[in-house]
């Protein structure tokens, strides 16, 4: 393998940035490099200059798809930063009253814009339904650009540790057991669509969304990019939605229109 220098870590730097929006700091440069040459053993490359001209040369094919794969971090877990979960919760009447079209269409449309392997989706669904029982058409977009992780999300199949998070009455009354672990049951999958997504792209859908949650993501692109980010989802917002962000996350600095509700919560 040859050396990853300073002009290397640019070069993957900028063609992920052009794609993804995905923005690597110079001080994750060591594990932006360790995966970078995972994948090139995968293809059993061991030169810069010849990995960076097979992904240019397939720009847009599965090639690339792949390097995005690699790329990625996926954390997550059921019902993370429960405070979200429990805003809903105990303010199903707020969000009723500012948002009215999710009683008077009797659906609430629900965006989890990176899904990662489906835990906030899934998590979405089980509270809602807990909220609603069948009085509201449940719906969710689950998104994400990781197209492998995606695959492991639309199977519905979790681990027991990754089921630890779960309130056991949730577990039982939501999954089936399977073999090392748990199945989400039929009746929260059919709440879901999952689609490969990226963010960058255009987009504007028919619909807006009740409810978009975006969290732990925008920390991984540029501040340009996140402003722009969250002003598409403001176009996609119905009036009195709600935009959920990662705890981490601000939208101090960034030209808006939202509504401050509480901490990573806002609405248009």
């Given at each position: ?35 970078i040459e ?25 090639h ?18 429960k ?20 009683a ?50 639309v199977?519905?199949?979790y681990?027991y ?7 056991e ?30 963010l ?9 969304f ?15 990019i996140q ?5 598409k ?20 600095s ?15």
């Amino acid at each position: 393998m040859d050396e990853f220098t300073d002009i290397y870590f640019k070069k993957y730097c900028d063609l992920l940035y052009k794609r993804t929006g995905i923005f690597v700091k110079e001080n994750k440069k060591e594990t932006f490099k360790l995966k970078i040459e995972k994948s090139m053993r995968k293809l059993n490359i061991h030169n810069h200059d010849e990995y960076l001209l097979y992904l240019q040369k397939y720009d847009c094919e599965e090639h690339f798809q792949q390097f995005i794969n690699d790329m990625t971090t996926n954390t997550t877990e059921f019902f993370r930063e429960k405070q979200h979960f429990d805003f809903i919760e105990n303010n199903i009447p707020f969000i009723m009253k500012n948002n009215p079209r999710i009683a008077s269409k009797n659906e609430i449309r629900i965006w989890s814009a990176a899904s990662s392997s489906g835990q906030e989706a899934v998590s979405l669904a089980i509270l809602f339904r807990e909220c609603f029982g069948n009085r509201i058409n449940i719906k969710i977009l689950a998104t994400d650009i990781d197209s492998e992780i995606l695959s492991k999300a639309v199977k519905g199949i979790y681990s027991y540790s990754e089921c630890k998070d779960i309130p056991e009455e949730f577990l039982y009354k939501y999954f089936d057991k399977v073999r090392n672990g748990f199945s989400i049951k039929e009746e929260i999958r059919s709440m879901i669509q999952y689609r490969h997504f990226n963010l960058m792209q255009d987009y504007n859908f028919k619909k807006g969304f009740d409810i978009i949650f975006c969290r732990n993501v925008m920390i991984y692109f540029s501040n340009p990019i996140q402003e722009m980010l969250i002003n598409k989802f403001y176009n996609n917002i119905v009036q009195g939605g709600l935009l959920f962000i990662g705890h981490s996350e601000s939208l101090v600095s960034k030209s808006h229109k939202y509504q401050y509700i509480g901490p990573a919560i806002y609405m248009k």
